[in-house]
């Protein structure tokens, strides 16, 4: 029943049903850990099929039932602890990464991806995004580069032989296994910091590990190399390789390599409030603009809904029907 009052146009109804849920405290964990589970994989079905309204309010109901777990499980309230560190300016909005890779790799550590608000007019001029890590006990370490991410890597990625065999309730893995779900784990953080929004990326499919033996100063060497390309979203274009190499018995990190090339494509700087613009011609151009980056700007769209004018509501409700037909 708790969730059926959550409304994603309705932001305030957002932090209410979390707080719903977390007052269920530990006899609820189960209940919620069940939600969340049934909530993304309809996610990912929706999301898979093209129906892209249906999946962004999935998204922010996953967003609220991962959001409730993480206190339940933990008895931290993150973004309370973020607000505290970060202020409230700008109000940055604030995704908590629940992929199982990077829940397997750093299962002591809540990661949100923090983008604040984008411009209305002119996106070049949007801040850049960063990841705010809360540790469980309180501590908040906001990263915003590559270097600032390698050293959180190197500093808290347990050793492969202990992530072979961390996660509950399945068999353990060998080590090239979870040496390639490192590697995954770093390339889902790093590109939250090389791409805006409308980035999204191949699956990491293929890795390639290499392994010598090393000598007995140094131990057994490890390294795990492959590469993500952007979805040719909105014009975008790239690709990111990475490599992650482990020394020592136990398989300790000891460096990481990237590069990046990244080339986006339009984006709707001032478009949406044009959509209600008394020129016509104006309208067209806005709106061919934002059909021509498809289901991509979706999310963008939904969002600015929220504080629209009915008129502009409207009208992005007729466009984001478009683009999903379109998209068919």
Avoid at 17 to 43: C, F, H, I, S, W
Avoid at 255 to 268: F, K, S, V, Y
Wanted: glycine share 6%; aromatic share 6%; with cysteine.
């Amino acid at each position: 029943m708790i969730m059926t009052t959550l409304d994603p146009e309705k932001p305030e109804t957002l932090t209410r049903v979390e707080d719903q849920l977390v007052a269920l405290e530990k006899p609820g964990v189960g209940t919620v850990q069940q939600l969340y589970l049934a909530n993304r994989t309809a996610m990912q079905e929706a999301e898979g099929q093209g129906r892209w309204l249906e999946a962004w309010r999935l998204r922010v109901r996953v967003q609220v039932l991962a959001q409730a777990l993480f206190r339940l499980q933990t008895g931290l309230n993150p973004v309370a602890l973020i607000r505290a560190q970060e202020g409230q300016e700008p109000p940055a909005t604030l995704i908590l990464l629940r992929d199982d890779n990077v829940l397997r790799a750093f299962a002591r550590f809540a990661i949100y991806t923090a983008r604040p608000p984008l411009p209305a007019n002119d996106l070049e001029e949007a801040a850049p995004a960063h990841l705010l890590i809360v540790a469980r006990d309180g501590a908040v370490t906001r990263i915003g580069n590559f270097t600032e991410l390698r050293q959180f890597f190197l500093t808290n990625l347990p050793p492969l032989k202990s992530l072979a065999t961390r996660v509950k309730n399945q068999p353990p893995g060998d080590l090239q296994d979870a040496s390639r779900n490192a590697l995954r784990t770093w390339l889902i953080l790093s590109q939250a910091l090389q791409g805006d929004a409308f980035f999204r990326f191949t699956t990491l499919e293929e890795v390639t590990v290499d392994e010598q033996p090393g000598d007995k100063k140094t131990g057994p060497i490890l390294r795990a190399s492959g590469h993500v390309e952007a979805l040719p979203d909105a014009g975008n274009r790239g690709e990111m390789t990475a490599t992650l190499e482990f020394r020592s018995r136990r398989y300790q990190l000891a460096d990481i390599q990237e590069t990046a090339e990244l080339h986006p494509g339009p984006r709707p700087a001032g478009d949406v409030e044009k959509l209600t613009d008394p020129d016509p011609t104006v309208r067209q151009l806005a709106e061919n603009n934002l059909l021509q980056m498809g289901p991509v700007v979706i999310d963008y769209l939904l969002t600015r809904r929220v504080t629209a004018t009915p008129q502009l509501q409207t009208a992005i409700d007729r466009l984001c029907a478009r683009i999903t037909e379109q998209a068919k």
